[in-house]
């Protein structure tokens, strides 16, 4: 069964991809490379990459069109992520042959549209013939105040924008409202909400919501060489705690700001039209915890086995 | 029987996604975007990306060290083809399950063999699974003068750097020299000098082969609205005139400049140890000749019969 589009660590195997290349390519003199949302670059600039391939990060429930939007949303996430703003792409198709001219201008399209609604420009590329659809697309933009994942410190409080579970209600249901399929289908991450927060110097640490508050929180937190504890029933979502905070692909932004700080947030999101919900606070204390339950165990976790 | 990595237009397939994104997505505000060896951007940054499916790009001929010396040396060839210098890539990584793990370790040992080499960081990227190996990179860097394809005129004279047709004669002949073999199999793209040239002011135009002279010039001079006249006896090659125009992957430079800069064009290749040959000259007639014969027709071309 295809696998929705998620990044970072896949699973074992891909954890020893990673770890392989850092072991074997020097870190950026600036410090940020492999492992944040996005690569910090001197002078401002900031770099992501993501990739969706056919039959593993989409299936016939996305057109071509969603596929195009969603590999824009989940680039463009990462840049908001680190409080940057999307400004350029770079794109790298793969596609068998005979060529499908329907499916490639559907692609275009969608990608096309995310393009426009975040500002992005496509300048260069590659487009090579291979065994399966495979879609690589690299966004970078300009930030003034990177905001990492490393920075948040006992006694912030943890904020995340949006809904959460959406997609997980759209992939794991047999139904769901059409928010959540839409979501799923084009997620809409808050990413000029993103940047004007971190130009504002609001956020201690931030990352976006790609695999799981719980797998993500649990990465913020080993960042930054803390804890926290989490509010189960101040998440926003209108679905299971599960699918809240287990599946992934919300593509919304989690992050630790100062206590206090409520007026400035509540203040821009509104600016934004972005809902803000303040759903724990950080701790020294290593520990992550959900207070009252256990993490439930990704609803992914079935698909995952793989001999790696 | 797979092809060796090249880029620009494969074929009228690829011709055709290339002409639908140029119609889909506007153009960067800077005008250079889709269809030089690598995107201008604001700032002085320049961005190219390049693309290796195994089975199409590669195949036994190339152990995995090799393929990943070559995806970084035709991505470092583009920018030191603009004038620019290789600084930072991001690497898309799909990889077929059960990992191969002895293969992604010499893949990642080539890769940062010639990233050691060019002076490159990597600093992102993402690891996915999928069908078949597929790797992305982009790479970026800066330039202060980017030099286009489109710069050529009427009087300029012609050049290449380094030995044309060597990986045509690895690619065709049943034995060839280890020279030609190396390079077939690690390219050495003379970046350094590319950005020298620039930074002097000597190209009016400037591009690398990877397509082969025949396919390259072509591109040019269609940009350039300009002809030329190529003197095939000029041509640095130690093979026939179809392995030194008409295969590619030769990753050297075809540039212009104004008549009378051989003194200090051949000083800076002395200083930088690149070999560079005067083989022709532009003209306003938009016909661009080889001397005395015909092109010779492209030796892929019998490979490039796809139903697309």
């Not at 975040?118 to 105040?145: E, F, H, I, K, Q």
């Not at 799923?184 to 000029?192: I, L, T």
């Not at 990352?207 to 101040?234: F, I, T």
């Not at 692909?249 to 803000?276: H, N, P, Q, Y």
Request: aromatic share 8%; charged share 20%; net charge negative.
């Amino acid at each position: 069964m295809p696998r929705s589009p998620r990044r970072g660590v896949e699973n074992e195997g891909e954890a020893w991809v990673v770890e392989t290349a850092r072991a074997l390519f020097p870190l950026e003199t600036s410090g940020v490379g492999i492992g944040d949302d996005a690569a910090v670059l001197p002078l401002g600039n900031v770099v992501t990459m993501d990739t969706m391939v056919e039959g593993v990060h989409w299936d016939a429930r996305l057109s071509p069109a969603d596929v195009g939007w969603k590999l824009a949303a989940v680039n463009v996430s990462d840049i908001g992520a680190m409080g940057g703003r999307p400004r350029w792409a770079t794109l790298s198709l793969t596609l068998p042959r005979p060529l499908d001219r329907d499916w490639v201008g559907a692609f275009y399209g969608g990608l096309a549209e995310a393009f426009a609604a975040y500002g992005v420009a496509l300048v260069g590329g590659d487009t090579t013939r291979g065994p399966a659809r495979v879609a690589a697309l690299t966004v970078g933009g300009t930030v003034s105040r990177p905001v990492l994942r490393s920075g948040a410190r006992p006694g912030d409080e943890l904020w995340v924008t949006g809904e959460l579970g959406r997609s997980a209600q759209a992939f794991l249901r047999s139904e769901c409202s059409a928010e959540a399929l839409a979501w799923f289908r084009r997620p809409r991450p808050p990413v000029a909400f993103g940047a004007a927060l971190a130009e504002a110097g609001l956020p201690t640490a931030m990352m976006d919501l790609s695999d799981g508050l719980a797998a993500d929180l649990h990465r913020l937190c080993a960042a930054s060489g803390c804890g926290a504890l989490v509010e189960p029933y101040a998440l926003p979502t209108t679905g299971t705690i599960a699918e809240a905070v287990a599946f992934g692909e919300d593509f919304e932004l989690l992050f630790t700001a100062a206590a206090g700080e409520d007026v400035a947030i509540c203040s821009l999101a509104e600016k934004f039209e972005t809902r803000v919900s303040k759903v724990g606070i950080v701790r020294g204390s290593p520990v992550v915890s959900l207070i009252g339950l256990e993490w439930p165990r990704s609803l992914f976790s079935h698909f995952e086995r793989e001999s790696s």
